[in-house]
């Protein structure tokens, strides 16, 4: 889900950029084309959903959105800004200390993750560690949560969803 929001007195006029804006994005890993060309503009104060089969390019789209990944070609703006990851993060944690809001955070970028967390590490479909940061980074006998997160990832790689039946 991604959440964008703008002021509660802040009202849309006729004239207002939209909320979501994004403009001829495409996206490729490796030979896989994920995103050709996508245009779509999402108007303040409406729900849009974004409907597609498995692969159809969603989770893409969310994560160039989240900037989770940089955008290859095209633009996404928020309300006519080009938002950084880094200032969404701020944003978000800002909504989860004044606010009282809880928030999942899904990132493969260790350099988001802070001592203050509860982080929960996702592999293959598997929960291999979940806790407050200190915690995973002592029981994984690691000197920071990057060397946990690595540790955590190749020691438990081949698990039993792996095994041959």
């Known amino acids: 889900m991604v959440v964008v929001e703008r002021h509660p007195e802040a009202q849309p006029s006729a004239g207002s950029s939209p909320a979501l804006a994004i403009e001829g994005v495409s996206h490729h890993y490796g030979p896989r084309q994920a995103l050709v ?18 692969a159809a390019g969603k989770s893409m789209l969310f994560s ?21 990851r880094a200032h969404i993060l701020s944003h978000v944690r800002s909504l989860v200390a004044d606010e009282g809001v809880s928030v999942l955070w899904a990132t493969h970028l260790v350099d988001e993750v802070s001592e203050a967390d509860t982080v929960a590490v996702l592999n293959r479909g598997r929960i291999l560690a979940h806790g407050p940061v200190p915690g995973v980074v002592a029981g994984a006998h690691a000197k920071d949560i990057g060397s946990a997160f690595a540790w955590l990832i190749e020691s438990k790689a081949i698990g039993p969803r792996d095994k041959p039946a």
């Open 37 to 54: 060309d996508v245009s779509l503009s999402i108007p303040p104060a409406t729900f849009v959903v974004l409907l597609g089969l498995n």
């Open 64 to 84: 160039l959105v989240t900037r989770l990944f940089a955008t290859q070609r095209g633009q996404i703006r928020i309300f006519g800004h080009d938002i950084a």
